[in-house]
């Protein structure tokens, strides 16, 4: 077998599987469904301000204090999308749940958060 045509070969084979462990990390880092989720675990103050990930089609935490992105499991994506557009810093308190970035929001800046039953990922 020519030594050009065997490097063409290995070649493509990397790309597939450099795309196909890419697409399958993507899936793995989804916020798990509000419904799964139930508000168990530490409880956590967090002062920050809303992001949304395109690339996810989520809103996330973006902490300053501590210094951590979470994924907002129980969403209202019509609040958040409102704190994310005014960009200001609010006091978030929640429980941290299953995963170590997943964040169950109970309060913002005081005020009772509902979020949403539907799940944050679709």
């Known amino acids: 077998m020519n030594i ?19 697409a399958c990390a993507q899936r793995s880092i989804q916020a798990p469904s509000a419904t799964s989720v139930a508000p168990e ?8 301000k809303i992001d949304y990930w395109k690339n996810l089609n989520d809103y996330v ?15 209202d994506r019509k609040l958040l999308e409102e704190l994310f557009k005014t960009g200001k810093t609010i006091t978030i308190e929640g429980r941290r749940t299953t995963g170590a970035d997943n964040l169950f929001i109970e309060k913002i800046d005081g005020k009772r958060y509902q979020g949403a039953k539907e799940p944050a990922s679709k």
């Open 4 to 22: 050009k045509k065997l490097t063409r070969i290995i070649l493509v084979l990397s790309v597939i599987t450099l795309f196909a462990t890419v």
């Open 41 to 48: 675990g530490p409880k956590i103050t967090v002062k920050g």
């Open 61 to 75: 935490v973006i902490g300053e204090i501590p210094p951590r992105s979470y994924f907002i499991v129980n969403q």
